[in-house]
């Protein structure tokens, strides 16, 4: 089965602009979760959304906006970039497990440098 | 304080000893704990959950948790060169968000 799958890739873009992530979650999961990863940095937490719902949102801007789709699919959006948003931008897919959590599986990421 | 704290490291042991990493945490209500290892470059990936009190073993790797003073580790056995990452501790409240550690780096000698 296929894993967790981003694009791009790399981005290269210039302060002001606007960006748009993708992220594809693992058949059958229906959570996806969005993280933010600065070298040297443990991933923080910017979204999570399950069944096309916010379920939680981290300490970030309004710049920062996601959906998720009926296929379970998911977007991050992020708007008037800075040269501080550079960053690993990593989608997490998991299983809702109720209140014992869920096992996040992570993308590949997408490295955003912005110039 | 941090809400899940780990030392920087690095963290180095020879090859085929044990390797011992810590995480403590500051949220009491904390339900559910992972280890996941990050190689340079690449994103992380799960290695252990654990949600109760005790031991979990899973091959070479047993991850330990106590809620009572705040602290899960991860051990890893027989450690190998290819072991030589950095090693993040997850810990999740709820839904709402997993936090995680600023990782801990390790490094097996050959």
């Known amino acids: 089965d296929a894993g967790v799958t981003q694009s791009p890739t790399h981005l290269i873009k210039t302060r002001g602009q606007h960006v748009t992530l993708r992220c594809s979650p693992i058949?059958?999961?229906?959570?996806v979760s969005w993280y933010q990863q600065v070298l040297g940095q443990g991933p923080q937490f910017i979204f999570q959304?399950?069944?096309?719902?916010?379920?939680g949102r981290g300490n970030f801007p309004d710049r920062f906006s996601a959906r998720q789709f009926p296929n379970y699919s998911s977007e991050l959006n992020v708007n008037a970039l800075l040269l501080g948003d550079s960053a690993l931008y990593l989608c997490?897919?998991?299983?809702?497990?109720?209140?014992?959590?869920?096992?996040?599986?992570f993308g590949p990421g997408t490295r955003l440098t912005v110039t | 304080q941090k809400e899940v704290e780990q030392n920087s490291g690095p963290l180095s042991v020879p090859e085929g000893a044990i390797a011992s990493l810590n995480c403590t945490y500051s949220?009491?209500?904390?339900?559910?704990f992972f280890w996941y290892r990050q190689y340079s470059g690449k994103s992380p990936e799960l290695i252990m959950s654990?949600?109760?009190?005790g031991d979990k073993e899973d091959g070479r790797f047993t991850a330990q948790l106590n809620k009572a003073s705040q602290y899960v580790s991860l051990l890893i056995r027989d450690s190998q060169p290819s072991d030589s990452a950095t090693y993040l501790c997850?810990?999740?409240?709820?839904?709402?968000?997993?936090?995680f550690g600023t990782g801990t780096k390790l490094q097996v000698i050959p």
């Open positions: 654990i949600y109760s009190n």
């Open positions: 959304y399950y069944e096309k719902e916010e379920r």
């Open positions: 058949s059958g999961h229906k959570s």
């Open positions: 997490a897919s998991s299983l809702d497990r109720g209140l014992l959590g869920y096992e996040q599986y």
């Open positions: 997850a810990v999740n409240i709820g839904y709402q968000k997993v936090t």
């Open positions: 949220d009491r209500g904390s339900q559910s």
